[in-house]
């Protein structure tokens, strides 16, 4: 068991490691929106104010954001061209 060990850290570390790096990638929107065929033609502001739109009971986690945060996400993954 205990040479077990050192093999599920490595795996862990394997799993976390790209996670952390990755965090400014890591925008929750894509976990259900495909932003270029999404908000294509919506601006920055009318994303923002859908994304905070909380009526929609799938962005329930989007209230964890601030503003800030939230635009910092989509300026991110917009479509280009904005
Ligand atoms: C848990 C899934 C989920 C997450 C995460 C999510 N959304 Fe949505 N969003 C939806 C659903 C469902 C709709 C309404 C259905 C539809 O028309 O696609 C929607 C609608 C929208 C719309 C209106 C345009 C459209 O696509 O219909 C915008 C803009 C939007 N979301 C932005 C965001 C942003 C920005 C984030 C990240 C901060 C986000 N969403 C995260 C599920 C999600």
């Not at 994304?51 to 800030?68: I, M, V």
């Amino acid at each position: 068991m205990p040479r077990l060990l050192p093999a599920l850290l490595l795996a862990l570390a394997a799993i976390s490691l790209p996670a952390l790096a990755q965090d400014a990638d890591e925008v929750i929107c894509m976990d259900c929106h495909e932003p270029a065929e999404d908000w294509e033609g919506l601006s920055a502001d009318e994303i923002l104010a859908d994304a905070k739109d909380l009526s929609n009971k799938r962005h329930a986690d989007n209230a964890d954001f601030t503003d800030e945060q939230l635009k910092a996400m989509i300026a991110e993954i917009m479509p280009a061209g904005e």
